[in-house]
Each structure stands twice: as C-alpha cells, then as structure tokens.
C-alpha cells in the first residue's frame, strides 16, 4: 500500500513539473508514424483541444519549410543509429501563427510490437530565440560602436598631438574631448528607449561649461531627433565650438552671447546655426585646428556637412545633418492636430492585436483603414486600389512583404515599416524613400510619421 502511495505521487509530481514547464510529451510508434501525445503537445502546436490522432506527417506539415529537410534529415539519422533525436526549429500553428520548438525524443524498442518507438517531449522556445536574437542584435550593436569609439579616440590622440604645443596642452584638449564623446555615449544610453532630440545634444555638449542662460540661448526645432551616431558627431562638434567661444570667442569677456538655431529644411535634413556676437574682434586662423577640422570631417562622414565663417563680429557655423521626426509632432498627433482624415491607410500586419490597435488608432484620427491584411496573397490582391500610404510588417508568418512592398512603391505609395526583426539600414536602401520604425513602437509616433510621409509625396 505504502509503493502504491509514493508511486501515486510520483506520478502526481511528474504530471506537476510539465504543467508548470508547459512541456508536451510524445510516443511516436516509427513503423506506422502515429503517436500518442499529451494536451500541452497539440496545444504547442495550436489545438485548443486533443486532436483524434497524430502522425509524423502530421508533424512535418507544421515545421517551416526552411527547417523541415534538417528535421526530416535528423529522424532519419536517429532511426538509422538507433540514437535519441534532438533538434530546434520553426513551426506555423494551426492559429497561423510563427513559433519555435524545442524536442528530445529517446530511441527504445516496444517489447509487445517489436516496433522501434521514440519518446520524447517538445516546448515552445520562442520567448528565448526572441531575447536571444535581441541579445545578438544588442552585442552587434555593442561592437560596432565600441569599435567606431576606438576608432574616433584614435584619430583623436593622433591628430591632438600634431597640434599640441605641449604634454600638459595635449592632456587638456585630450581629456576634454575624451569627456565629451563619454558624455554623448552616456546619453545615448540613458536614453535609449525614447527619441534623442537636438536639444538633448546640446543640452549635454555645453552643460559642463555652465554657460549664463542670459547669454547662450538655443531656439527652433530642438525636438528634431537624432540618430546615435549623428548624435555623437554633432556633441563633439558643439564641444569643439564652444571651448573656442570661451578661449577665444564670444564666452571669453562680458559681453560676448551665443546663439543656436535649429531649423528644419526638408524632410529628413536640418540645419544648426552657431552664432556668436560681441566677443573679441574676430580673425581667421592661420592654420587650421583639430576643431575645424573634426567639425568638416567627422559630420561630412556621417552625411553632414559644415560652414565656418570667421567674420570679424563673431564666429558663425552653420551644420546642416540629417534628422528624424519631431518629438513635438507625435505630442500633437495625440491630440488631433497631426489628422489623417479621409486619408486611405494600407496595414499589413499578421499580430492580431497589434493589428487592431493600429486600426483603431489610425481610426481615430480619421484614416480610412484598408485591411488589417495578414496574408500576403490578400494584400497583394487589394494594391490595385492605389492607398495614399502603407503600414507594412516585414514578416508575415514565414512569408515576407517585401513583395507587396515592392508593388506599392511602383505605385507611388509612401511606405512605412513597422518591423522587430528586419534590418532598417538594408530596407532603407532598396526603398529610400521609406520609413522604418521598430517594434515596439507607439500609435501615435506611426500617425505622426504616415502624415509626414504623405505630406512628403505632395
């Protein structure tokens, strides 16, 4: 009585640890291809409820078609080998939907049947494949800008020291240039979940000189925003202009102010005017400093470009770089002021619920949605009505819409991506008149961008 008890709680505990661990488990009879298999298994597989029966075939239908001859490939090997079998790949649900699983099956013989059997149990892994690839994304990331650091510091002790004058002079410039690019990198990380705007760079590049607010005053389209590395450059370029304008210029009396204004002018472009006044009289340098020349060099690289005017009145810069939307604009577009009514909005996109919320958004300010499609075959079928803009998700199940992507832009549609997985560099270039924002992203900062795009087009 006492075996029967613990054998019964055995059974009770086994049957606890694969409901808290979700796992399914399986008993695949390899001669016929039938299996028996557990609730959570089907559920895996996107049955609400126990499916009459199962099959290997059944099985194989599910995994992707990138991933169903290694899987195949593996049974064949385990049952040749008599081995366990053991693999990770990528199945469509019966719900439509892309997820990953995880099975280990152990290789064993039926002493009734005689018929080799696999035993095993599978779980859904798609929430770790998911971080994993946000991590890979996150170290990629890392190590590109670790080293364009290294590479930006190494220009910098170079081209330092062929202007220094003395150690004590390189050590100066060097550590305060050093203490700039920290500065830009320490933002760009406090604010890495929300738009880097124009002001912010500033706001970073001259806090440190605590310059008089009666004296340095910054106005315009400050809530441009900013890509990090744009970013970098133009907070090396605001340091550089004002340790001159304190050594030298407008900040080194009583009387000297700064100006800087931001003005946008075209989409994607703005320009960044530096001016000072009432400083000391003004003359060119006789050569040119790691300053100016950082300033021409390093924004030029990142698709910027710079103007000196050493007038006798005052220093004036001019730097026009590319620029992002404005935070102000999505503010607005919360409340209404950034409309799309009567406007005809394309939205491609295979998760339900992020599917219905930009609907109701896009509803709410007016727009006339056409879709949600989650199918490339449907959307495909309704380009023909030519919408004044598309929301696309790149990735439908394990189809893409760049297909349809591609169709559209043949039509003149303004594209805006809205993707979690998907390269924004690469789709840039082969639709550079697109935008692409990733997930996850507000309502608000996609109505904000459609109306821009659509604006853009006229």
Not at 61 to 90: I, M, N, P, T
Not at 260 to 275: D, K, M, T, Y
């Given at each position: 009585m006492e075996d029967l008890t613990e054998l019964e709680r055995g059974a009770e505990h086994l049957r606890l640890v694969l409901a808290v661990g979700e796992i399914g488990v399986w008993d695949l009879d390899t001669a016929t291809g039938k299996a028996w298999r557990s609730l959570r298994h089907d559920q895996?597989?996107?049955?609400?409820?126990?499916?009459?029966?199962?099959?290997?075939?059944?099985?194989?239908?599910?995994?992707?078609?990138?991933?169903?001859?290694?899987?195949?490939?593996?049974?064949?090997?385990?049952?040749?080998?008599?081995?366990?079998?053991?693999?990770?790949?990528?199945?469509?649900?019966?719900?439509?939907?892309?997820?990953?699983?995880?099975?280990?099956?152990?290789?064993?013989t039926d002493s009734d049947t005689g018929h080799a059997r696999i035993i095993g149990h599978v779980m859904d892994i798609t929430d770790r494949k998911e971080a994993e690839d946000r991590l890979r994304l996150l170290t990629s990331e890392l190590n590109h800008r670790t080293r364009n650091m290294l590479s930006v510091l190494q220009g910098m002790v170079r081209m330092s020291a062929r202007r220094a004058d003395s150690v004590a002079d390189l050590e100066r410039s060097l550590l305060g240039r050093m203490e700039a690019l920290s500065r830009s990198h320490a933002?760009?990380?406090?604010?890495?979940?929300?738009?880097?705007?124009?002001?912010?760079?500033?706001?970073?590049?001259?806090?440190?000189?605590?310059?008089?607010?009666?004296?340095?005053?910054?106005?315009?389209?400050?809530?441009?925003?900013?890509?990090?590395?744009?970013?970098?450059?133009?907070?090396?370029?605001?340091?550089?202009?004002?340790?001159?304008?304190?050594?030298?210029?407008?900040?080194?009396?009583?009387?000297?102010?700064?100006?800087?204004?931001?003005?946008?002018?075209?989409?994607?472009?703005?320009?960044?005017?530096?001016?000072?006044?009432?400083?000391?009289?003004?003359?060119?340098?006789?050569?040119?400093?790691?300053?100016?020349?950082?300033?021409?060099?390093?924004?030029?690289?990142?698709?910027?470009?710079?103007?000196?005017?050493?007038?006798?009145?005052g220093v004036t810069c001019i730097i026009e770089l590319p620029v992002g939307h404005d935070v102000a604009e999505s503010a607005r577009a919360t409340r209404g002021e950034a409309r799309l009514e009567g406007r005809r909005v394309m939205v491609v996109e295979d998760e339900f619920l992020i599917a219905i919320s930009l609907e109701m958004a896009l509803g709410e300010q007016g727009a006339l949605v056409e879709g949600p499609y989650t199918k490339l075959a449907e959307a495909r079928q309704a380009v023909s009505t030519r919408p004044d803009a598309a929301v696309l998700d790149v990735r439908l199940g394990t189809e893409s819409s760049l297909p349809l992507a591609r169709d559209l832009t043949a039509l003149g549609v303004p594209l805006l991506f809205v993707t979690g997985n998907v390269d924004g560099e690469k789709l840039k270039q082969e639709f550079p008149d697109s935008e692409v924002l990733s997930k996850p992203v507000s309502e608000d900062r996609v109505v904000a961008e459609l109306k821009r795009l659509i604006e853009r087009r006229g």
């Open positions: 895996i597989f996107g049955y609400e409820a126990l499916l009459p029966s199962w099959s290997y075939e059944d099985f194989l239908r599910h995994v992707v078609d990138e991933d169903r001859a290694a899987v195949d490939e593996a049974y064949g090997a385990a049952l040749a080998a008599k081995q366990g079998w053991s693999f990770e790949c990528r199945i469509l649900r019966a719900d439509g939907k892309l997820r990953w699983i995880a099975a280990t099956g152990r290789f064993m933002l760009t990380v406090q604010l890495s979940e929300s738009a880097l705007r124009v002001w912010d760079v500033v706001d970073s590049a001259v806090s440190p000189f605590a310059p008089d607010p009666e004296r340095f005053v910054v106005t315009g389209a400050t809530g441009a925003t900013l890509e990090p590395k744009i970013a970098e450059s133009l907070s090396l370029a605001l340091y550089e202009l004002t340790t001159n304008a304190i050594k030298y210029g407008a900040l080194s009396n009583e009387q000297g102010r700064v100006s800087v204004e931001v003005s946008r002018l075209a989409p994607g472009r703005a320009q960044v005017v530096w001016r000072e006044s009432g400083g000391p009289r003004v003359a060119p340098p006789e050569r040119s400093g790691f300053g100016s020349t950082l300033l021409r060099s390093i924004l030029r690289a990142d698709e910027g470009d710079v103007r000196i005017d050493y007038a006798e009145t």
